[in-house]
């Protein structure tokens, strides 16, 4: 795989925790040059090639999934974290608990073409954040095609999302659940994603989760 033109640690990972605090959400723009997505688009990637740069994402995101977790547990910290210290023995256990379908790859929808929401939670062991990119330049490459996610609050409607993706940004954005403090408690958000209907062209998009399916 291509390499992202800026490594993953030297974004504000303060402020991508508040973004996703606050919004499931937290955009890493420019995280692929223009001529690495479009290539990267072209080609594609084997299971092999996404192993660096899942590594690093879950190094990234490893605080804030125990901080989740920690917090969906009303304040109560497991003793035994359910997130390991790396990548490697997170990967054992879902191996351990038969998850061996991988979930990291690219995405190509044509006109007419979207996808449903889905969550991607099956599974006895699910890591709660995940990374997506567009490798397609919105308004050159297709039309329509908005990245979007909803938020299903207790009690509430739904709350929709679009995601403001350019050629070569990536986001990280909440799996399935996600603690959100309210006025007495905290309480578990769900979230969802899904592709509008692309109106013409052909969008390609990359999804690197850090589990595997069942």
């Known amino acids: 795989m291509t390499p992202a033109p800026i490594s993953l640690p030297d974004y504000d990972w303060d402020l991508a925790a508040q973004d996703l605090d606050a919004e499931g959400w937290a955009l890493l723009p420019g995280f692929f040059p223009e001529d690495a997505a479009r290539r990267l ?6 299971p092999a090639e996404f192993e660096p740069l899942r590594a690093a994402l879950y190094r990234q995101c ?9 917090a969906l547990q009303q304040g109560e910290q497991d003793p035994d974290s359910p997130y390991p210290d790396d990548l ?8 351990e608990a038969g998850q061996t379908r991988g979930l990291s790859g690219l995405h190509r929808l044509g006109a007419g073409g979207y996808q449903p929401l889905i ?7 699910v890591f ?14 297709f039309t329509g095609g908005e990245f979007i ?3 299903q609050r207790p009690r509430m409607q739904s709350r929709p999302m679009v995601l403001p993706l350019g ?11 996600r603690p959100v403090h309210g006025a007495r408690d905290i309480y578990r958000l ?13 969008r390609t998009g990359l999804q690197v989760l850090l589990h595997d399916g069942p």
């Open 41 to 46: 688009a072209r080609t594609g990637a084997t």
């Open 62 to 70: 490893l605080p804030i999934a125990r901080r989740w977790a920690a």
């Open 88 to 95: 490697a023995a997170w990967t054992r256990r879902n191996r």
């Open 119 to 125: 969550q991607h939670a099956d599974g006895a062991h």
């Open 128 to 141: 709660p954040l995940q990374l997506v990119a567009l490798l397609s330049e919105p308004g050159v490459d």
């Open 149 to 151: 996610m909803t938020e």
């Open 167 to 177: 050629l070569g940004d990536a986001a990280v954005i909440a799996v399935s659940h």
């Open 190 to 202: 769900t979230a969802r994603q899904a592709v509008s209907r692309v109106r013409s062209g052909d």
